[in-house]
């Protein structure tokens, strides 16, 4: 069992940045890939990021050239940096990783984003 915890999240104004980032309690070194969602109230997850264990990238339409995904072995951490942030990138952004298929089987509990306009 894995535990997944994200920091970095909260308020900021429109064109600003912040980054996320998801502390591995065990070893992320085996790990497929490891991916970032996002959900808004009364919508489905969405599928942000995504990394694989050997580095290749991607992202959602909505967010490619401002998001950019990155995975640190060594110290078992992924992160989020976000950058243009717009009002519309406002959620609860989780972690996800484990196993071989997207979604991945571990969760963290979510850390809120929150753009002003």
């Known amino acids: 069992q894995v535990q997944l915890v994200e920091s970095g999240g909260g308020l900021v104004q429109a064109g600003g940045s912040l980054r996320l980032s998801c502390a591995a309690s065990?070893?992320?070194?085996?790990?497929?890939?490891m991916a970032w969602y996002r959900q808004v109230p009364g919508k489905q997850r969405e599928l942000v990021a995504h990394?694989?264990?050997?580095?290749?990238?991607n992202y959602a339409d909505s967010v490619k050239g401002r998001f950019t995904i990155s995975r640190d072995n060594a110290k078992n951490t992924v992160s989020l940096q976000m950058n243009s942030l717009k009002p519309e990138d406002t959620a609860v952004y989780y972690c996800n990783g484990g196993g071989r298929n997207l979604p991945y089987i571990y969760w963290g509990q979510g850390t809120q984003v929150s753009v002003s306009s």
């Open positions: 065990g070893s992320i070194r085996s790990f497929n890939g």
């Open positions: 990394i694989t264990g050997g580095g290749t990238t």
